[in-house]
């Protein structure tokens, strides 16, 4: 009796069909991982815009310097 090989690991893939039975796109694992990768770098980027800039030090402006020569 001869002996089956294991096949090897070839992961998921969705196949989207139309109404006529013709192949739209393949979804394979790394448009997974690019989309998660994608929404996590969105999140990252919406939270860093909505969070308040840091306060920064209140900074007085010297009074405006007077002429020493005044000329008529």
């Known amino acids: 009796m001869p002996k089956l090989h294991p096949t090897p690991q070839e ?3 969705v196949h989207v069909y139309d109404r006529d039975r013709h192949l739209l796109f393949t979804l394979d694992p790394s448009h997974g991982w690019m ?3 994608g929404g996590v ?7 860093a815009g909505y969070l ?3 306060t920064a ?5 010297p009074s405006p310097a ?3 020569l005044q000329l008529d």
């Open 11 to 13: 992961g998921w893939a």
């Open 35 to 37: 989309l998660l990768l």
């Open 41 to 47: 770098l969105g999140f990252t980027i919406a939270v």
């Open 52 to 54: 308040p800039p840091a």
């Open 57 to 61: 030090p209140d900074v007085s402006l």
């Open 66 to 68: 007077v002429a020493p």
